[in-house]
């Protein structure tokens, strides 16, 4: 029986050269993966289902972080923590703040800024939709996450969710957050890593996202969001 990351991997085999890495299965295991960057390394985490640390020459990256704080501390301390949305798989203030360093940075996309608690607030940047903001060695750009088909449009609305595209050190990683291939995740160029949701009804199957992913071409993809 096919699953749904192999139906993945092998439809993108098809298309060209693309890499498909198992992210449940290595969140499973406690593996990590190590990308080189122009200067050093990149070093993914997955943690589960959507959430992920990346250690990088730029600082440490928590992307999404919920559930108990004690599942991130065999990690380096955060000195980025991004929020795609506000739904409770990819934000929880209580676990955010228990992450938060004296020096660590937020970004958030502007539904979940306005919720979150003063403290939290006042240390957090906001983007929206196309928006960039660059935190010391990292630059950000908020790319729109949003569902396409038209059943699915009351889970992530139109202009309100992000997914990120990260440059470090020469490397360009995007994150998608929960959406479905949208025409600026089709648009996107030259993306060595990229974490992209499959999970019927919320964001995509397999075979939409195989479409959408072949369309941007990143060198290594993990299918994510997924259970």
């Known amino acids: 029986m096919q699953t749904r990351r192999?139906?993945?991997?092998?439809?993108?085999?098809?298309?060209?050269?693309?890499?498909?890495?198992p992210f449940a299965?290595?969140?499973?295991?406690?593996?990590a993966d190590t990308f080189k960057t122009d200067t050093g390394e990149i070093v993914v985490h997955p943690v589960d289902h959507a959430s992920v640390?990346?250690?990088?020459?730029?600082?440490?990256?928590?992307?999404?972080?919920?559930?108990?704080?004690?599942?991130?501390?065999?990690?380096?301390?955060?000195?980025?923590i991004l929020i795609?949305?506000?739904?409770?798989?990819?934000?929880?203030?209580?676990?955010?703040a228990a992450l938060m360093g004296d020096e660590t940075r937020l970004v958030t996309n502007?539904?979940?800024h306005d919720m979150l608690p003063e403290e939290l607030q006042a240390r957090a940047t906001r983007l929206?939709?196309?928006e960039e903001a660059q935190v010391d060695q990292i630059e950000i750009t908020a790319i729109p996450a949003y569902n396409t088909t038209e059943e699915r449009k009351n889970f992530h609305p139109e202009g309100?969710?992000?997914?990120?595209?990260?440059?470090?050190?020469?490397?360009?990683?995007?994150?998608?957050?929960?959406t479905e291939g949208t025409p600026e995740m089709r648009a996107l160029d030259n993306i060595e890593l990229a974490f992209v949701s499959m999970n019927l009804?919320?964001?995509?199957?397999?075979?939409?996202?195989?479409?959408?992913?072949?369309?941007?071409?990143?060198?290594?993809?993990?299918?994510?969001?997924?259970?």
Request: without cysteine.
């Open 160 to 178: 309100r969710d992000n997914g990120y595209v990260l440059t470090i050190d020469g490397i360009r990683v995007y994150i998608s957050g929960d």
């Open 84 to 96: 795609t949305h506000e739904h409770g798989d990819h934000y929880n203030a209580e676990t955010i």
């Open 128 to 130: 929206a939709n196309g």
């Open 6 to 21: 192999t139906f993945l991997g092998t439809s993108l085999a098809a298309a060209g050269a693309i890499t498909v890495l």
């Open 25 to 31: 299965a290595r969140a499973a295991a406690h593996m």
């Open 53 to 80: 640390v990346l250690e990088t020459p730029a600082g440490t990256i928590y992307a999404d972080p919920v559930g108990d704080a004690a599942a991130y501390a065999d990690f380096p301390p955060a000195d980025l």
């Open 201 to 227: 009804p919320f964001t995509m199957d397999a075979e939409h996202a195989a479409v959408a992913v072949a369309e941007f071409a990143p060198t290594y993809v993990y299918p994510y969001h997924y259970r």
């Open 110 to 112: 502007p539904a979940v």
